[in-house]
């Protein structure tokens, strides 16, 4: 009569075991460098569609985020015109992902963006892991949450190719 009730626990624990598991060995989050191109001067407009793209992924939790400045990125890249980033190559933004200088981790995908809501623009590009890019153009009023939406395309171009 008392291994019914022994079994039972058992059972139980071990069920519980599985449900508990989330992830499996070698999950791990894309590692992202996001690098805002936006000139100067920035309008108060376009400083929030900047919060909203990176509150959008820095929230994801498939993506851990990484930054880089604009001046820091052309002296890595060796660019000169940061306004003219929707026409680079990609062996430019490749360069920047496998750079040993840029962080400690190897960068799985970049993205740029600029973002100017008063111009009626945003602009993003993103090298994905499989080596392709996308480019994202929006033309005519960037509304007030535009930027979570561009986040979430982000990250749906960096996943391509992604293996972890």
Do not use: K, Y
């Not at 059972?11 to 499996?24: G, I, M, N, Y």
């Not at 191109?37 to 919060?51: F, G």
């Not at 498939?62 to 015109?81: I, N």
């Not at 929707?86 to 600029?114: C, G, I, K, Y």
């Amino acid at each position: 009569m008392r291994r019914l009730p022994l079994a039972c626990i058992a059972l139980w624990v071990f069920a519980a075991c599985l449900w508990s598991a989330t992830t499996e060995a070698g999950d791990r989050p894309i590692e992202l460098l996001l690098v805002n191109m936006t000139p100067d001067p920035v309008s108060a407009e376009s400083r929030r569609c900047s919060a909203e793209i990176r509150r959008g992924l820095q929230r994801n939790e498939v993506a851990r985020l990484h930054q880089l400045g604009e001046t820091a990125m052309l002296a890595r890249t060796g660019r000169s015109d940061p306004r003219d980033f929707m026409q680079w190559p990609t062996a430019v933004l490749t360069a920047l992902r496998t750079s040993e200088s840029t962080h400690e981790v190897r960068l799985d995908a970049v993205a740029f963006f600029d973002c100017r809501p008063e111009a009626e623009a945003l602009s993003v590009v993103v090298l994905a892991p499989s080596g392709g890019t996308a480019h994202i153009v929006l033309s005519g009023p960037v509304p007030v949450g535009r930027g979570r939406f561009v986040a979430e395309r982000i990250v749906q171009h960096a996943w391509i190719g992604f293996s972890p």
